[in-house]
């Protein structure tokens, strides 16, 4: 038995009925080809990662829904070790690196150059790149910030980044 919130939860842009504007503008650009790198902000409990949710699946198809959550350890230079949990599928993985508190760009770092260095899993997919969901983006050092940065302009031919905010005010430009 699944829970309430989950059984009704909206699966699909077209299911979302609020803000219908930005459903069809994210929607045409799943369909272009040319997806971008995006930020999602606005206040807890807004539907920024449903919204995404949704994105993804126009995006690459069912195939997103197949999660699993496993737990990486990323070595600091000074040997401390750094547990982080990661839900991914083929097609995407979604890390919230603030849990690490100031060793967030070690994370950061490591991950995305991992995730830029290896192809698409499935060969059939409508895209050849990743995504990477950054949750609690705006909670990033600014270290953490800058190194995404140019991770995201050196990387862009195979990842695509979502950064998930409640604000945009503690975010670099």
């Known amino acids: ?20 504007g930005l459903s069809a503008r994210l929607g045409s650009l799943t369909a272009s080809g040319d997806f971008p790198h995006m930020l999602f ?10 919204r995404i949710a949704c994105t993804l699946k126009e995006l690459f198809g069912p195939g997103v829904e197949k999660i699993k959550i ?7 230079p000074s040997k401390r070790k750094l547990e ?3 839900v991914q599928s083929n ?19 490591e991950l995305l150059k991992e995730i830029a260095q290896t192809q698409q899993v499935d060969l059939n ?23 995404l940065r140019r991770t995201m302009e050196k990387y862009m031919s195979n990842m ?13 430009q």
């Not at 097609?91 to 770092?109: A, L, M």
Request: hydrophobic share 35%; glycine share 4%; aromatic share 8%.
């Open 91 to 109: 097609f995407h993985i979604e890390i919230t690196p603030s849990e690490t508190g100031n060793y967030d760009r070690i994370v950061i770092q």
């Open 1 to 20: 038995m699944s829970l309430w919130v989950n059984q009704y939860r909206p699966r699909s842009l077209d299911d979302l009925h609020y803000h219908q």
């Open 41 to 50: 902000y606005g206040p807890s409990g807004a539907g920024k990662k449903t």
């Open 70 to 76: 496993d737990q990486r350890i990323f070595l600091t």
């Open 125 to 147: 997919a409508k895209q050849r790149f990743k995504v990477v969901i950054i949750n609690e983006a705006d909670s990033l050092s600014r270290d953490a910030q800058a190194a």
């Open 84 to 86: 982080v949990n990661l």
């Open 160 to 172: 695509r980044i979502i950064l998930c905010a409640n604000s945009t005010s503690r975010l670099l």
